[in-house]
């Protein structure tokens, strides 16, 4: 089992910069990837970025190009930065460690926390 809490949100202005951090603790032993997922008000979670333990990336398209994920060897910390914020990007953010299970993947949550971008 793997503990995970954010840190880093709040409010931002439009066209502003966030970064979140991520702070895991656990067995890593079958950690396969590292993620951070969005909910919008009214919408469903998504997923927004996601590391591997092998340091390959993914990007959901609308945040492509303006943000960044990184992890710390350990892989104990997972970053996202992302910049020239938009109003749609306000949403409650999740980090998501995800392990390898018999029959499939195990994904640990966090609590989430809440980014919001306005004037």
């Known amino acids: 089992q793997v503990h995970v809490v954010e840190s880093g949100g709040g409010q931002v202005p439009i066209g502003g910069s966030l970064s979140l951090t991520c702070t895991a603790s656990g067995n890593f032993d079958e950690l396969f990837a590292m993620a951070w997922h969005r909910q919008a008000p009214g919408k469903q979670r998504e997923l927004v970025a996601r590391?591997?333990?092998?340091?390959?990336?993914f990007y959901e398209d609308s945040v492509a190009g303006r943000s960044a994920i990184s992890a710390t060897g350990a892989k104990d910390m997972v970053y996202l930065q992302m910049h020239s914020l938009k109003p749609e990007d306000t949403g409650v953010y999740y980090c998501d460690y995800i392990m390898r299970a018999v029959g499939g993947m195990n994904h640990n949550w966090g609590q989430g926390i809440q980014i919001t971008v306005s004037a």
């Open positions: 590391i591997t333990t092998g340091g390959a990336t």
